[in-house]
């Protein structure tokens, strides 16, 4: 198989799976079933009595609609549906991708702990540790996201509840060796918890070692940047009651409108994803070939440092890659190519139908010395868009920045 067809062949498998997720019961013999649930909007559910209204209260872990603050059938429906695309037990949908990170940090850690979270996560996760969870008497060690198994060791404290992890990093797509975290993290009794919104539905995380999944369904699942709403995903009864109880306890849910339209996504996710990745795949090889470019920051691309861990734990690849110019070229000269675009938008965000660019040089907060890449470096989220059109886009960038 060609790299470009491996970058699509998770997507692709996922297809036969995605389009029964989730879909309505058709065993009333007397009326016809729409092919999709309706919206279920509402707070107040209704029983016949006490005895019914306790009886269905005490299956809280089932996924049962009890109150609409507990999540309405939309939301079960797609808790169903994202469990099973991990691999997993039981998921609790949540408020934001940001929400899941940090819910879920809440629940596996409490005062006088110690927590390990890669220097390369997602921006916002290092803010919530730096600033709440430090507050609640839990401190944050950031360490290398591609650090040797002695280093680990080296670093877990008897107070370690936590080994957060993200695979590919946010902006450095570090991989990380998730495995041999997870065997030390697992001997010194921690959880490993990992943000897997990139590898959702083409990594297996338990499978992997992980404890808990945690995704942003606002990229690829929703997909058509309109929802934002995240999950956790536990693969065990204990992890299942602790984290649902907490949820409760915080108020976490998604609306049923956005849950619909997230369920609406995922028919189309493998679809939409393969011809993204692919895509993705040829514009990145294309940049790795001009002189402008220093690095490209794809892990499925055979040079890329992580390449060997994509290979072994990924089916397929993101849409996202980060591109770093070579050192001669600034930061203002790298800003005047992304302001220059005219097919990527400029905002936050990835995984949508739409091709968007981002500055990594710059906004992006990194402990370690050198992690960050040294020429001025940017980030594209690879939209639907025909391959030669971004193409075409980049080309005239390039050309406009080799000339200033
Ligand atoms: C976008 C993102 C999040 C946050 O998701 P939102 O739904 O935007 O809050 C978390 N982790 C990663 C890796 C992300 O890219």
């Given at each position: 198989m060609s790299e470009e067809d491996r970058v699509a062949a998770g997507w692709e498998r996922l297809n036969s799976l995605l389009v029964r997720l989730s879909r309505p019961d058709v065993s009333d013999p007397d009326h016809g079933t729409p092919v999709n649930a309706p919206v279920s909007r509402a707070s107040t559910l209704l029983f016949p009595d006490l005895a019914a209204m306790s009886r269905v209260g005490r299956r809280r872990y089932e996924h049962e609609p009890i109150y609409g603050a507990m999540g309405s059938a939309n939301q079960h429906d797609l808790e169903r549906a994202i469990a099973i695309i991990e691999g997993g037990t039981d998921t609790q949908i949540v408020s934001s991708g940001l929400a899941a990170c940090t819910t879920a940090l809440l629940v596996w850690t409490a005062a006088g702990d110690h927590c390990l979270i890669p220097d390369s996560c997602y921006g916002p996760t290092r803010r919530f540790a730096d600033t709440m969870l430090k507050r609640f008497g839990v401190e944050t060690t950031y360490y290398d996201p591609v650090l040797s198994e002695e280093a680990l060791h080296g670093l877990i404290r008897p107070n370690t509840s936590v080994v957060f992890t993200e695979s590919p990093g946010s902006h450095t797509f570090e991989?990380?060796?998730?495995?041999?975290?997870?065997?030390?993290?697992?001997?010194?009794?921690?959880?490993?918890?990992?943000?897997?919104?990139?590898?959702?539905?083409?990594?297996?995380?338990?499978?992997?070692?992980?404890?808990?999944?945690?995704?942003?369904?606002?990229?690829?699942?929703?997909?058509?940047?309109?929802?934002?709403?995240?999950?956790?995903?536990?693969?065990?009864?204990?992890?299942?009651?602790?984290?649902?109880?907490?949820?409760?306890?915080?108020?976490?849910?998604?609306?049923?409108?956005?849950?619909?339209?997230?369920?609406?996504?995922?028919?189309?996710?493998?679809?939409?994803?393969?011809?993204?990745?692919?895509?993705?795949?040829?514009?990145?090889?294309?940049?790795?070939?001009?002189?402008?470019?220093?690095?490209?920051?794809?892990?499925?691309?055979?040079?890329?440092?992580?390449?060997?861990?994509?290979?072994?734990?990924?089916?397929?690849?993101?849409?996202?890659?980060?591109?770093?110019?070579?050192?001669?070229?600034?930061?203002?000269?790298?800003?005047?190519?992304?302001?220059?675009?005219?097919?990527?938008?400029?905002?936050?965000?990835?995984?949508?139908?739409?091709?968007?660019?981002?500055?990594?040089?710059?906004?992006?907060?990194?402990?370690?010395?050198?992690?960050?890449p040294v020429g001025p470096t940017f980030r594209l989220a690879i939209g639907l868009d025909d391959a030669a059109d971004l193409i075409g886009d980049l080309e005239r960038g390039l050309e406009v920045l080799g000339r200033g």
């Open positions: 991989m990380q060796d998730l495995p041999m975290i997870a065997h030390v993290a697992h001997e010194h009794g921690a959880k490993v918890l990992l943000d897997n919104t990139w590898g959702c539905g083409i990594t297996a995380p338990f499978a992997l070692g992980v404890d808990v999944s945690i995704q942003a369904l606002t990229k690829y699942p929703a997909g058509h940047s309109d929802a934002i709403l995240g999950a956790i995903t536990v693969a065990n009864e204990p992890d299942w009651h602790r984290l649902r109880d907490a949820a409760i306890q915080l108020g976490q849910l998604a609306g049923p409108d956005d849950c619909w339209l997230t369920l609406r996504g995922l028919r189309t996710m493998g679809v939409r994803l393969a011809r993204q990745a692919r895509t993705a795949y040829r514009v990145a090889q294309w940049l790795q070939g001009r002189e402008e470019v220093a690095r490209v920051l794809h892990p499925a691309m055979p040079d890329h440092p992580g390449h060997a861990i994509w290979s072994r734990d990924f089916t397929g690849a993101g849409p996202l890659f980060s591109v770093e110019l070579n050192a001669r070229f600034d930061r203002a000269a790298m800003e005047r190519l992304v302001n220059g675009l005219t097919r990527f938008g400029i905002g936050a965000s990835w995984g949508g139908y739409e091709s968007l660019v981002l500055p990594t040089t710059g906004g992006v907060v990194r402990s370690r010395e050198g992690a960050l």
